[in-house]
């Protein structure tokens, strides 16, 4: 009985070895980046000036980034419609990021901001995380800081912005060229957040009715000497040119 019991066991530890081991081979690897888009790694360049004609130019675009999640979701998430995402299966990156979105080139915008290993293979369709206050550092107690020099009519405004607004984006499929997010233990997928800096300053070369004109404050504000930016009621937060919800804490 005693030997029986003993081949029982071994034969349990074997087969829960092999599962784990076979888990393992089939997981994937999901990288999180984030991207300022040209806006950020070139600026705000003629013709795309701020909406009151300003250039921006960026030293530095400082995002503090918390609960980056992606989710498996079917039917897909509609951030127009739920408000909670249903998933089979997510992917979670730890931690709190302090990214600076200016790192970014003008080839290569999006910056790698973590990478989750053995994660569920399948796609990931959806994509929420929170903008936070840094809880440490040269940027303790900002959710974002922008800094950088603007020029407008041979006059040069060197600028620091803050922000300490707190909010919880989530978001469906990602938008643009490719579509994102597939993974298998053979290919790595990736997913983005990304930050549309026209919802801030407005865009000059876009008509006066444009969503980003109505809802950017332009830079004259700062120009004339405020340092602290309200992002309540922008929609900066996007995956693409995919839309999210946004929630205010």
Same mark, same amino acid.
């Given at each position: 009985?005693?030997?029986?019991?003993?081949?029982?066991?071994?034969?349990?530890?074997?087969?829960?070895?092999?599962?784990?081991?076979?888990?393992?081979?089939?997981?994937?690897?999901?990288?999180?980046?984030?991207?300022?888009?040209?806006?950020?790694?070139?600026?705000?360049?003629?013709?795309?000036?701020?909406?009151?004609?300003?250039?921006?130019?960026?030293?530095?675009?400082?995002?503090?980034?918390?609960?980056?999640?992606?989710?498996?979701?079917?039917?897909?998430?509609?951030?127009?419609?739920?408000?909670?995402?249903? $998933?089979?299966?997510?992917?979670?990156?730890?931690?709190?990021?302090?990214?600076?979105?200016?790192?970014?080139?003008?080839?290569?915008?999006?910056?790698?901001?973590?990478?989750?290993?053995?994660?569920?293979?399948?796609? $990931?369709?959806?994509?929420?995380?929170?903008?936070?206050?840094?809880?440490?550092?040269?940027?303790?107690?900002?959710?974002?800081?922008?800094?950088?020099?603007?020029?407008?009519?041979?006059?040069?405004?060197?600028?620091?912005?803050?922000?300490?607004?707190?909010?919880? $984006?989530?978001?469906?499929?990602?938008?643009?060229?490719?579509?994102?997010?597939?993974?298998?233990?053979?290919? +790595?997928?990736?997913?983005?957040?990304?930050?549309?800096? +026209?919802?801030?300053?407005?865009?000059? +070369?876009?008509?006066?009715?444009?969503?980003?004109?109505?809802?950017?404050?332009?830079?004259?504000?700062?120009?004339?000497?405020?340092?602290?930016?309200?992002?309540?009621?922008?929609?900066?937060?996007?995956?693409?040119?995919?839309?999210?919800?946004?929630?205010?804490?």
């Amino acid at each position: 009985m005693k030997k029986t019991m003993r081949s029982t066991g071994l034969f349990l530890a074997s087969t829960l070895a092999l599962l784990s081991c076979f888990s393992m081979a089939s997981a994937g690897t999901l990288k999180f980046f984030a991207n300022g888009e040209e806006l950020i790694a070139e600026g705000f360049m003629s013709p795309k000036l701020t909406k009151d004609g300003w250039q921006l130019n960026f030293d530095h675009a400082f995002v503090v980034l918390q609960n980056i999640t992606a989710y498996q979701t079917t039917p897909p998430f509609d951030p127009e419609v739920a408000d909670a995402i249903t $998933y089979s299966a997510k992917a979670s990156l730890e931690g709190i990021h302090v990214v600076d979105l200016a790192r970014g080139s003008v080839e290569e915008p999006p910056v790698l901001v973590g990478v989750v290993e053995n994660v569920t293979p399948g796609h $990931y369709n959806a994509l929420s995380w929170q903008v936070v206050k840094a809880e440490s550092g040269m940027l303790k107690g900002a959710s974002m800081v922008l800094i950088g020099t603007a020029r407008k009519d041979g006059r040069s405004v060197s600028f620091q912005i803050t922000s300490d607004d707190v909010a919880t $984006y989530r978001c469906g499929e990602f938008v643009g060229d490719e579509r994102k997010g597939f993974v298998s233990k053979d290919e +790595d997928g990736d997913l983005e957040m990304t930050f549309h800096f +026209d919802h801030i300053f407005g865009r000059a +070369d876009k008509d006066a009715d444009d969503d980003v004109n109505l809802e950017g404050i332009g830079f004259a504000v700062f120009a004339a000497g405020a340092d602290r930016l309200k992002l309540q009621g922008m929609h900066v937060g996007h995956a693409g040119e995919g839309h999210c919800s946004v929630q205010w804490h």
